[in-house]
């Protein structure tokens, strides 16, 4: 359900609302399968070898040096049922327009191959590092090695034609696939398989190109040195990693955006007299009539969207200075570090299996792609600390206390733990109104308008109960009729929503616009003694604990990022819970 269907035609961005689609029972699109479904038997393979050895160079120069060579076999179905969609074949039911479905395996219509893909043959690892003893105290280390990802399909449904028919109703972006009431019938037809190059047209389907069976490639590096003075052990480093060649989902078939200028029209079916009036008609002659004018500026006219998988354009880089100081004796005990990084991306911020990634405003021009990775921290401090106390039988002061005062004052335990980290990243998204009916984007950026991100109010002054208080740019004026409800004034937040048929200009994230840092403190306290000692098994021994979660009960508001939202720049929940206090007691015998 998207809010076009409720909306005015002349505005679907600023109109129209999906759950009232919903609740009018006008879907925009609806999708179905009938039984059976494929039996999916998915097989990877990997090979590899590697070398690797330590040589000591000399007392204080060790190397470390090796090399691996990976063959990783891609993702495939095993029983051959494999399909996808060629972009050069010819298809028969679309004029003769290229693309069109094959499937794996030998028989009539297939390509009697397991994959659509080569296998690569160029994932060689060298691996190299370093430790030098400067002095007694001082060591330098180093290192650099190229390492690969397993593959993995990139969420593919390459199944088509080997279970029930899938299928869709598509609108044509303003107006419904179908009235709820009325229902629809799932078509009926043979049973799978279907190997025919026509059977999916106006589906969506998948592309694997050469890409797809490459291992995205990761060169990390780093440079550290250690000292220690007075027991405390002090690490400072510079580490560093590229990758490319990451998985990286492109949707192919988009409206080139030359068409943008017909604004409106690219809604209207292509049978509309506006439309022929334009001086457009169909791609070919079975093209549906209802179809809009946009899905017949389509690349391949005859699908919906051609979701190329694992395209291997994505790519990351991440620099650091990671500082760390640890005290390992004595009755403190502490290991504190403090990392300043920065972490960006370029269409890729999933791991295999998940399907969160980013995805080009414009698959023409991939210029524009480059942004923060959305868990991007630059500043990240931690601090854990263990505190036994030196008092009573054993330790520094009152070592021979008796029985009593040792129960009393011996055997506690302290511990603290600190957190202070920059806060995450807030997604710069306005309205996709190039989806649907437009070009099928999946993605579409906003506009700067030249106001601050940031108003000056400091994290501590936020407050739910003051409107005016906007952590994020916004001049807060009250709404007529209400002097209590406040909203942004026209152009005063940094960010607005592009026309209806325009692209924005601002990249996804950006490092200062982001949730406020979060403080947060916890606490726990050990109390050990033995009541009744004995000889041979160590007698009955108690033990209570405290935990003491957000010590100081920080609130730590989150911000209200929504562009358009009249709540913009407010303080929001919570980022993080209240004081939680557990205690408990346990028993040794």
């Given at each position: 359900?998207?809010?076009?269907?409720?909306?005015?035609?002349?505005?679907?961005?600023?109109?129209?609302?999906?759950?009232?689609?919903?609740?009018?029972?006008?879907?925009?699109?609806?999708q179905?399968?009938?039984?059976?479904?494929?039996?999916?038997?998915?097989?990877?393979?990997?090979?590899?070898?590697?070398?690797?050895?330590?040589?000591?160079?000399?007392?204080?120069l060790?190397?470390?040096?090796?090399?691996?060579?990976?063959?990783?076999?891609?993702?495939?179905?095993?029983?051959?049922?494999?399909?996808?969609?060629?972009?050069?074949?010819?298809?028969?039911?679309?004029?003769?327009?290229?693309?069109?479905?094959?499937?794996?395996?030998?028989?009539?219509?297939?390509?009697?191959?397991?994959?659509?893909?080569?296998?690569?043959?160029?994932?060689?690892?060298?691996?190299?590092?370093?430790?030098?003893?400067?002095?007694?105290k001082?060591?330098?280390?180093?290192?650099?090695?190229?390492?690969?990802?397993?593959?993995?399909?990139?969420?593919?449904?390459?199944?088509?034609?080997?279970?029930?028919?899938?299928g869709?109703?598509?609108?044509?972006?303003?107006?419904?696939?179908?009235?709820?009431?009325?229902?629809?019938?799932?078509?009926?037809?043979?049973?799978?398989?279907?190997?025919?190059?026509?059977?999916?047209?106006?589906?969506?389907?998948?592309?694997?190109?050469?890409?797809?069976?490459?291992?995205?490639?990761?060169?990390n590096?780093?440079?550290?040195?250690?000292?220690?003075?007075?027991?405390?052990?002090?690490?400072?480093?510079?580490?560093?990693?590229?990758?490319?060649r990451?998985?990286?989902?492109l949707?192919?078939?988009?409206?080139?955006?030359?068409?943008?200028?017909?604004?409106?029209?690219?809604?209207?079916?292509?049978?509309?007299p506006?439309?022929?009036?334009?001086?457009?008609?169909k791609?070919?002659?079975?093209?549906?009539?209802?179809?809009?004018?946009?899905?017949?500026?389509?690349?391949?006219?005859?699908?919906?969207?051609?979701?190329?998988?694992?395209?291997?354009?994505?790519?990351?880089?991440?620099?650091?200075?990671?500082?760390?100081?640890?005290?390992?004796?004595?009755?403190?005990?502490?290991?504190?570090?403090?990392?300043?990084?920065?972490?960006?991306t370029?269409?890729?911020?999933?791991?295999?299996?998940s399907?969160?990634?980013?995805?080009?405003?414009?698959?023409?021009?991939?210029?524009d792609?480059?942004?923060?990775?959305?868990f991007?921290?630059?500043?990240?401090?931690?601090?854990?600390n263990?505190?036994?106390?030196?008092?009573?039988?054993?330790?520094?002061?009152?070592?021979s206390?008796?029985?009593?005062?040792?129960?009393?004052?011996?055997?506690?335990?302290?511990?603290?733990?600190?957190?202070?980290?920059?806060?995450?990243?807030?997604?710069?998204?306005?309205?996709?109104?190039?989806?649907?009916?437009?070009?099928?984007?999946?993605?579409?950026?906003?506009?700067?308008?030249?106001?601050?991100?940031?108003?000056?109010?400091?994290?501590?002054?936020?407050?739910?109960?003051?409107?005016?208080a906007?952590?994020?740019?916004?001049?807060?004026?009250?709404?007529?009729?209400?002097?209590?409800?406040?909203?942004?004034?026209?152009?005063?937040?940094?960010?607005?929503?592009?026309?209806?048929?325009?692209?924005?200009?601002?990249?996804?994230?950006?490092?200062?616009?982001?949730q406020?840092?979060?403080?947060?403190?916890?606490?726990?306290?050990?109390?050990?003694?033995?009541?009744?000692?004995?000889?041979?098994?160590?007698?009955?021994?108690?033990?209570?604990?405290?935990?003491?979660?957000?010590?100081?009960?920080?609130t730590?508001?989150?911000?209200?990022?929504?562009?358009?939202?009249?709540?913009?720049?407010?303080a929001?929940?919570?980022?993080?819970n209240?004081?939680?206090?557990?205690m408990?007691?346990?028993?040794?015998?």
């Amino acid at each position: 359900f998207e809010r076009a269907q409720t909306a005015l035609p002349t505005n679907t961005a600023g109109s129209g609302n999906s759950f009232a689609s919903f609740l009018l029972g006008l879907p925009n699109d609806v999708q179905f399968s009938t039984l059976p479904y494929p039996d999916p038997w998915i097989k990877y393979g990997y090979h590899a070898g590697f070398f690797q050895d330590d040589w000591r160079v000399t007392p204080k120069l060790t190397l470390n040096l090796g090399i691996r060579y990976e063959v990783p076999i891609g993702f495939h179905m095993a029983n051959y049922q494999f399909s996808m969609v060629d972009l050069n074949l010819p298809n028969a039911a679309a004029g003769g327009l290229p693309g069109a479905m094959i499937y794996a395996g030998n028989g009539v219509g297939r390509t009697g191959t397991k994959r659509f893909y080569p296998t690569d043959f160029s994932n060689l690892g060298p691996r190299a590092g370093f430790a030098y003893q400067l002095t007694s105290k001082t060591v330098l280390r180093g290192g650099y090695g190229i390492f690969y990802q397993t593959l993995g399909n990139g969420g593919c449904g390459c199944q088509l034609g080997f279970g029930g028919i899938p299928g869709q109703i598509l609108g044509n972006g303003v107006e419904a696939a179908l009235q709820w009431d009325t229902g629809f019938r799932i078509p009926q037809g043979a049973k799978p398989p279907f190997i025919d190059p026509t059977a999916f047209n106006f589906q969506n389907v998948d592309h694997l190109g050469d890409n797809f069976g490459k291992a995205p490639r990761v060169q990390n590096w780093s440079f550290n040195i250690q000292h220690e003075v007075k027991k405390f052990l002090i690490d400072i480093g510079y580490v560093g990693n590229r990758a490319t060649r990451l998985a990286s989902t492109l949707y192919i078939n988009q409206v080139d955006p030359k068409y943008l200028s017909l604004g409106s029209l690219l809604r209207l079916p292509i049978s509309d007299p506006q439309v022929a009036a334009a001086g457009f008609k169909k791609p070919f002659a079975a093209f549906p009539d209802n179809q809009p004018l946009a899905q017949a500026l389509r690349p391949y006219p005859q699908y919906f969207n051609i979701a190329d998988r694992n395209a291997g354009v994505g790519r990351t880089w991440y620099d650091s200075l990671q500082v760390m100081v640890i005290r390992r004796f004595g009755f403190w005990q502490t290991q504190t570090s403090y990392v300043r990084s920065k972490s960006q991306t370029f269409l890729h911020y999933r791991q295999i299996f998940s399907q969160t990634q980013t995805s080009p405003q414009n698959n023409y021009d991939l210029s524009d792609s480059k942004t923060y990775l959305p868990f991007d921290q630059p500043n990240f401090f931690n601090s854990l600390n263990t505190f036994d106390l030196p008092f009573g039988r054993g330790k520094k002061y009152l070592s021979s206390s008796g029985r009593g005062l040792d129960a009393v004052v011996g055997g506690w335990t302290i511990g603290f733990i600190a957190q202070y980290r920059s806060g995450t990243l807030i997604d710069v998204a306005p309205p996709n109104t190039l989806n649907n009916g437009t070009l099928f984007t999946q993605f579409k950026k906003a506009n700067a308008t030249g106001v601050p991100v940031r108003t000056g109010v400091d994290r501590r002054d936020i407050d739910p109960a003051n409107p005016q208080a906007r952590y994020f740019g916004c001049n807060a004026v009250p709404l007529p009729g209400n002097p209590n409800a406040y909203t942004c004034a026209a152009g005063s937040t940094p960010f607005v929503a592009p026309g209806e048929f325009e692209f924005g200009n601002v990249s996804q994230f950006i490092g200062n616009f982001r949730q406020p840092p979060i403080f947060t403190e916890n606490m726990s306290i050990l109390k050990r003694f033995t009541l009744f000692p004995m000889r041979n098994d160590g007698g009955l021994k108690f033990t209570y604990s405290a935990n003491i979660f957000n010590l100081f009960n920080r609130t730590n508001f989150g911000v209200n990022g929504a562009i358009g939202n009249a709540d913009f720049g407010r303080a929001s929940n919570p980022q993080n819970n209240p004081r939680l206090v557990t205690m408990g007691l346990r028993l040794e015998f």
